[in-house]
Nanobody, 122 residues
Framework: QVQLVESGGGLVQAGGSLRLSCAASGGTFILYAMYWFRQAPGKEREFVTAVRWPTNTYYADSVKGRFTISRDNAKNTVYLQMTSLKPEDTAVYFC????????????????WGKGTLVTVSS
């Protein structure tokens, strides 16, 4: 059983930056593709970005060039560096893991974290 715990959310002004972390435990981290999804108030959850070992990544068009995903296999942690934040980035951000997944997968996640709230003020 893999457990995922997100952290790093908070309130930031538009144009600012924030780094989210997702710490994984209970599994062989390197075997999992890791994902970030987000869910804004009143909207469906949407894909943000993914990373598969070693460095395969993929980004939603809405965050491309502003967000960067990375993973530290030694720390069993995946990060989401967010820059040039916009009010429309306001959402609960969820970390997910999929055993043997690819950076193109959007469903079939094996594990989810509980999320961390990011609020971007205008």
């Amino acid at each position: 059983q893999v457990q995922l715990v997100e952290s790093g959310g908070g309130l930031v002004q538009a144009g600012g930056s924030l780094r989210l972390s997702c710490a994984a435990s209970g599994g062989t981290f390197i075997l999992y593709a890791m994902y970030w999804f987000r869910q804004a108030p009143g909207k469906e959850r949407e894909f943000v970005t993914a990373v598969r070992w070693p460095t395969n990544t993929y980004y939603a068009d809405s965050v491309k060039g502003r967000f960067t995903i990375s993973r530290d296999n030694a720390k069993n942690t995946v990060y989401l560096q967010m820059t040039s934040l916009k009010p429309e980035d306001t959402a609960v951000y969820f970390c997910a893991a999929k055993l043997g997944g690819t950076e193109y997968d959007r469903d079939g996640m094996d594990y989810w974290g509980k999320g961390t709230l990011v609020t971007v003020s205008s």
